[in-house]
């Protein structure tokens, strides 16, 4: 009506006829203005008479679910509710549990002060869908987070143990060049669980955090979010790693080193927004021990009668020499070391989880040749196939002598553990090429003759004399007999 030369050109403009437009001037009021709430429902409420019956159930469980509660009315009135009525029944439910229900916890902000706190958890990689060298890799993240700058860093591991802990905080704080006052964590039950009793882990762990004159800090049981910064860093790392991974168009990555590449290369870019803050807090952090403490758990274990031993709910096996025999075992964050007599025997992968079985066959070959009728329903018998080419030569064996397989294919195997696997195996796949059930003579034969054996050639530089004369000439002019 301000720009407009007629009302009529104002009220074209605006969209609407001319006698609307002169309604809504003469009132002085706009639309919107006009417009009166709706009191009244629009359809009738199905659950209005079993309404009382259902607020019962939800005061005396206000959890709940209005599916369940659809489900108890339908069992209650057969017929007289269909499932298109959920909808409405959630809404009558929100509505209650807002205007009359429980009340609800709150989440206090809190105030974060340079140099303070860090916090720390392991959290599980397996939805991603890593592939390492063609194998799917399950993996952990210990993840430490400052709580001030958001400063992060992480380190792969494969059980929430202590030896894990304790590896992961040290890595985080050197990386970071130095100390905050406190380290907040869980209640640390699986790492308690995994491997050590309650006292003996708060031993240890009160040890780890004197060495670096950290406070120690944790939440109440089942209370993650007192925990909140580093789940959200959790859940904000995982989702860049899965764009990052994404981006690069594969999840395959040819060996362990270059995906740890990849994570240090994520962490150095999610770093880069922070370095503000970061910078006010390196001057308030405490310094660093002179060194580290060695993140190892020592037991001491009986060697069975099995040659094997039982450690962190896990079986391995040693040498059958050691039958009888105590060890000392040594337990890394992702090896395990057997010492007997101040000497380490073996080293081994640790095992992930529970109840498994590493078995080197190595070990048990020689007793499995002296008593070859123990291979056959041997609970282990798996670990002596060391790869796919001997179970196809155990096949071959076992169709062409049945009675005898077990003790003719024992007996290739000690060629392999005494001589060379790869050898053995290469002369397997010959041997299976020409459509021949291995024998022993056959592939011991083969191994002798080098067949298969990986060839190396070693070239020796003609020697120079006159450079030893040199040497001479200079060890005399220096005075020393």
């Not at 006010?280 to 060695?294: F, N, Q, S, V």
């Not at 073996?346 to 066959?361: D, F, N, Q, V």
């Not at 021949?436 to 530089?461: K, Y």
Request: net charge positive; aromatic share 8%; hydrophobic share 35%.
């Amino acid at each position: 009506m301000n720009t407009e030369k007629t009302f009529r050109q104002a009220a074209l403009k605006a969209g609407m006829d001319e006698k609307t437009a002169r309604k809504y001037r003469d009132l002085g009021k706009l639309p919107s203005e006009l417009k009166k709430p709706r009191r009244h429902r629009t359809r009738k409420d199905p659950f209005k008479e079993v309404w009382p019956e259902v607020k019962a159930l939800l005061e005396v469980n206000p959890g709940l679910y209005a599916t369940t509660l659809l489900t108890e009315l339908q069992r209650r009135y057969p017929g007289r509710f269909q499932d298109g009525q959920l909808r409405t029944l959630q809404r009558k439910i929100k509505k209650w549990r807002a205007l009359e229900g429980p009340p609800k916890e709150i989440f206090f902000p809190q105030v974060h002060a340079p140099g303070r706190l860090c916090q720390s958890d392991f959290t599980d990689m397996r939805g991603l869908g890593v592939r390492v060298a063609g194998e799917r890799f399950d993996h952990l993240i210990y993840h430490f987070v400052l709580t001030y700058s958001n400063w992060e860093t992480g380190r792969i591991c494969f059980s929430e143990s202590f030896e894990a802990l304790s590896a992961g905080l040290q890595e985080a704080l050197f990386e970071l060049g130095g100390v905050p006052e406190a380290h907040q964590t869980d209640r640390l039950s699986a790492a308690v669980n995994a491997d050590l009793d309650k006292d003996t882990f708060q031993a240890r762990y009160a040890g780890l955090l004197r060495h670096y004159g950290l406070e120690g800090k944790a939440i109440q049981a089942r209370s993650p979010e007192q925990n909140g910064d580093i789940e959200k860093r959790h859940d904000l790392f995982k989702k860049a790693l899965d764009q990052q991974l994404m981006l690069r168009g594969s999840r395959e990555f040819e060996s362990r080193k270059a995906y740890e590449t990849f994570l240090r290369q994520l962490f150095r870019q999610l770093n880069s927004g922070r370095t503000e803050r970061l910078e006010e807090e390196l001057p308030t952090l405490g310094a660093l021990p002179a060194g580290r403490i060695d993140p190892v758990q020592k037991k001491r274990a009986k060697v069975r009668k099995s040659a094997t031993i039982r450690v962190a709910n896990n079986t391995y096996s040693v040498p059958s020499r050691l039958i009888g025999e105590k060890v000392q075992v040594h337990l890394r964050p992702e090896t395990i070391e057997i010492w007997y007599a101040q000497r380490m025997i073996e080293k081994m992968p640790r095992l992930r989880g529970s109840e498994r079985a590493h078995i080197e066959y190595r070990h048990v070959i020689d007793g499995l040749v002296r008593k070859p009728g123990a291979f056959e329903n041997y609970r282990h018998r798996a670990a002596l196939f060391p790869t796919s080419r001997f179970r196809e030569a155990y096949d071959a064996i076992k169709a062409r002598w049945p009675s005898s397989a077990s003790k003719r294919y024992l007996k290739i195997l000690q060629v392999a553990a005494r001589v060379s696997e790869s050898g053995v195996e290469k002369a397997l796949k010959r041997l299976l090429g020409e459509k021949e059930a291995p024998t022993v003579e056959a592939v011991g034969e083969l191994v002798a003759a080098g067949d298969g054996l990986p060839s190396c050639r070693i070239e020796i530089e003609e020697v120079v004399l006159s450079d030893y004369d040199a040497l001479l000439e200079g060890a005399e002019g220096s005075g020393d007999e």
